[in-house]
T-cell receptor, first 114, second 111 residues
Framework: NAGVTQTPKFRVLKTGQSMTLLCAQD?????MYWYRQDPGMGLRLIHY???????AKGEVPDGYNVSRLKKQNFLLGLESAAPSQTSVYFC?????????????FGQGTRLTVV | DAKTTQPTSMDCAEGRAANLPCNHS???????VYWYRQIHSQGPQYIIH???NNETNEMASLIITEDRKSSTLILPHATLRDTAVYYC????????????FGTGTRLQVTL
């Protein structure tokens, strides 16, 4: 049981380049989330999805886009990377309302924009 | 979602109980209290959650005050592997619920 898998684990981008981060979960979870974590700070929610085909903005959505075409996958896109997007990105999934379920996190993607 | 207040850091001797406090004075009646931890730079790990009653699992115990305005996470016998940042989060039930992380408490377990 792999849980939540993030691809890639590390990436260096030049300013203005684009890339897509992939999150895959094998637990048949409805809810998926993308967070970013900057040094010394807590996690901040970028976008989330409450089911296949749906997405919603979180706390810091600017500069990112997401898609949930398949239930098991949640993609995070950076159309034109900026140095301010240098961060560690975490994906998470949960079975439903987080009031009564736990969230499972991936191991993170370390992105550096130069 | 209600905001939480946690101490920035705490120390605990290995083998002793670690008691991590959290204040959530604006918590609503249907908000749960969750605890997660993050070891080094790994993804956060779920520990425990509760609504009103005290809860215990193989990792920890959660004590919620009767008025629900504060809670304490207890690691009964802390080990060096418990050194981590611990996050206290309150979250609504409902379809649009999501986790909101603060800066947490950095627990250092020492010999």
């Amino acid at each position: 049981n792999a849980g939540v898998t993030q691809t890639p684990k590390f990436r260096v981008l030049k300013t203005g380049q684009s890339m897509t981060l992939l999150c895959a979960q094998d637990m048949n979870h409805e809810y998926m989330y993308w967070y970013r974590q900057d040094p010394g700070m807590g996690l901040r929610l970028i976008h989330y999805s409450v089911g296949e085909g749906t997405t919603a903005k979180g706390e810091v959505p600017d500069g990112y886009n997401v898609s949930r075409l398949k239930k098991q996958n949640f993609l995070l896109g950076l159309e034109s990377a900026a140095p301010s997007q240098t961060s560690v990105y975490f994906c998470a999934s949960s079975g439903g309302s987080l009031g009564d379920t736990e969230a499972f996190f991936g191991q993170g993607t370390r992105l550096t924009v130069v | 979602d209600a905001k939480t207040t946690q101490p920035t850091s705490m120390d605990c001797a290995e083998g002793r109980a670690a008691n991590l406090p959290c204040n959530h004075s604006t918590i609503s009646g249907n908000e749960y209290v969750y605890w997660y931890r993050q070891i080094h730079s790994q993804g956060p790990q779920y520990i425990i959650h509760g609504l009103k009653n005290n809860e215990t699992n193989e990792m920890a115990s959660l004590i919620i005050t009767e008025d629900r305005k504060s809670s304490t996470l207890i690691l009964p016998h802390a080990t060096l592997r418990d050194t981590a940042v611990y996050y206290c989060i309150v979250s609504f039930t409902g379809t649009a619920s999501k986790l909101t992380f603060g800066t947490g408490t950095r627990l250092q377990v020492t010999l």
